[in-house]
T-cell receptor, first 112, second 116 residues
Framework: DAKTTQPNSMESNEEEPVHLPCNHSTISGTDYIHWYRQLPSQGPEYVIH???SNVNNRMASLAIAEDRKSSTLILHRATLRDAAVYYC?????????????FGAGTILRVKS | DGGITQSPKYLFRKEGQNVTLSCEQNLNHDAMYWYRQDPGQGLRLIYY???????QKGDIAEGYSVSREKKESFPLTVTSAQKNPTAFYLCASSRRQGLSYNSPLHFGNGTRLTVT
């Protein structure tokens, strides 16, 4: 079973920020938080990952709660190309991190 | 550019036939993975391999087989024993996991298999 909980779907307007939440109340100390997104009929694309501190890259920002039981993926200015399914997953450090569990994710719709 | 190539994009087979899906990567990654995705669902792990000549079963390995004879290649065979083989199959690779390093997965664009 997936170790993360995400809303089934969210909607955003183009050019506005989007905050995609993820709950992971059973996270362990060695779990990294990963985000991927998937366009229709394509493989998932890596977005960002982090352990404890907030992370930024050219695609997005990842805000991690102090207790690490939740996180938020932030798209600063949504575009139509950001419409996708977003997956939040936990990846254990070490060998056990090979058994990744992908839930159903959040379908993000972007309106023009 | 480095990446993962899955071929073919679409594959059609008759029930009772084995079929092999190709996955090649030129990222020099040690670890490779096979996932299955059904409509509206998340990804489920079939097999993974951390290193050449070694592989482990994932959550839904029954009816599937793999080999890892070369670092860059991880073919998946869907056998006639797989009861519901029609699905979207995704291959991925990553650097080998380490306790001080956590590597993202790189995915191919998938093979859509239809068995009738």
């Amino acid at each position: 079973d997936a170790k993360t909980t995400q809303p089934n779907s969210m909607e955003s307007n183009e050019e506005e920020p989007v905050h995609l939440p993820c709950n992971h109340s059973t996270i362990s100390g060695t779990d990294y938080i990963h985000w991927y997104r998937q366009l229709p009929s394509q493989g998932p694309e890596y977005v960002i990952h982090g352990l404890t501190s907030n992370v930024n890259n050219r695609m997005a920002s990842l805000a991690i709660a102090e207790d690490r039981k939740s996180s938020t993926l932030i798209l600063h200015r949504a575009t139509l190309r950001d419409a996708a399914v977003y997956y939040c997953i936990l990846r254990d450090a070490g060998e056990y991190g090979n058994k990744l569990v992908f839930g159903a994710g959040t379908i993000l719709r972007v309106k023009s | 550019d480095g990446g993962i190539t899955q071929s073919p994009k679409y594959l059609f087979r008759k029930e009772g036939q084995n079929v092999t899906l190709s996955c090649e990567q030129n990222l020099n990654h040690d670890a490779m993975y096979w996932y299955r995705q059904d409509p509206g669902q998340g990804l489920r792990l079939i097999y993974y391999s951390q290193i050449v000549n070694d592989f482990q079963k994932g959550d839904i390995a029954e009816g599937y087989s793999v080999s890892r004879e070369k670092k860059e290649s991880f073919p998946l065979t869907v056998t006639s024993a797989q009861k519901n083989p029609t699905a979207f199959y995704l291959c991925a690779s990553s650097r080998r996991q380490g306790l001080s390093y956590n590597s993202p997965l790189h995915f191919g664009n998938g093979t859509r298999l239809t068995v009738t």
